[in-house]
T-cell receptor
Framework: QKEVEQNSGPLSVPEGAIASLNCTYS??????FFWYRQYSGKSPELIMSIYSNGDKEDGRFTAQLNKASQYVSLLIRDSQPSDSATYLCAVPNFGNEKLTFGTGTRLTIIP | EAGVAQSPRYKIIEKRQSVAFWCNPI?????LYWYQQILGQGPKLLIQ????????DSQLPKDRFSAERLKGVDSTLKIQPAKLEDSAVYLC?????????????FGPGTRLTVT
């Protein structure tokens, strides 16, 4: 079983709609979770972090965490063409500081 | 504040040749990471430094890859000899350290093509 799993996509969403990106992880001891955005040909950029069960909102972005189900998601409201990118889920290994990335979900916002 | 700097941005070499990448982290960041990102995959950690000491190099192919971080600032990653499967983007990242160790800031990367 992969440590961090994401659907690779591509996920196509109409402009203005809600994009929903999902991630599951295997390490039950993980305490923090991160979403990075990576535009084509660019490097990853941290956009959200979440540490507690429930929702965390930052502008049009909402991260949702369910530790019992080992599931973290990212919602993007009012999707814009500029949101088209690959979104990487990252989870630290319990007991060390190593960050494990998923393969990423490629999101395309259709105007 | 200047970001993470990397050079070169692109490199094309033949297999069995050697290559070196350079990284300058954000000023004051104690932790430095080298990742390998193969097309279509997430970044894979190769080595992590805390100041000038190695924290984790468990996924570094030590028969061909080496890295150092002299004086706890700049770092170099070397591949010798290169193989075709080393073609990837090599990303350097840095973080301030505890408690924000996971808030990593990435450089622009070096795209390596091995022919």
């Amino acid at each position: 079983q992969k440590e961090v799993e994401q659907n690779s996509g591509p996920l196509s969403v109409p402009e203005g709609a809600i994009a929903s990106l999902n991630c599951t992880y295997s390490d039950r001891g993980s305490q923090s979770f991160f979403w990075y955005r990576q535009y084509s040909g660019k490097s990853p950029e941290l956009i959200m972090s979440i540490y507690s069960n429930g929702d965390k909102e930052d502008g049009r972005f909402t991260a949702q965490l369910n530790k019992a189900s080992q599931y973290v998601s990212l919602l993007i409201r009012d999707s814009q063409p500029s949101d088209s990118a690959t979104y990487l889920c990252a989870v630290p290994n319990f007991g060390n500081e190593k960050l494990t990335f998923g393969t990423g979900t490629r999101l395309t916002i259709i105007p | 504040e200047a970001g993470v700097a990397q050079s070169p941005r692109y490199k094309i070499i033949e297999k069995r040749q050697s290559v070196a990448f350079w990284c300058n982290p954000i000023s004051g960041h104690a932790t430095l990471y080298w990742y390998q990102q193969i097309l279509g995959q997430g970044p894979k950690l190769l080595i992590q430094f805390q100041n000038n000491g190695v924290v984790d190099d468990s996924q570094l192919p030590k028969d061909r890859f080496s890295a150092e971080r002299l004086k706890g600032v700049d770092s170099t990653l070397k591949i010798q000899p290169a193989k075709l499967e080393d073609s990837a983007v090599y990303l350097c990242a840095s973080s301030f350290g505890l408690p924000s160790v996971y808030e990593q800031y990435f450089g622009p990367g070096t795209r390596l093509t091995v022919t």
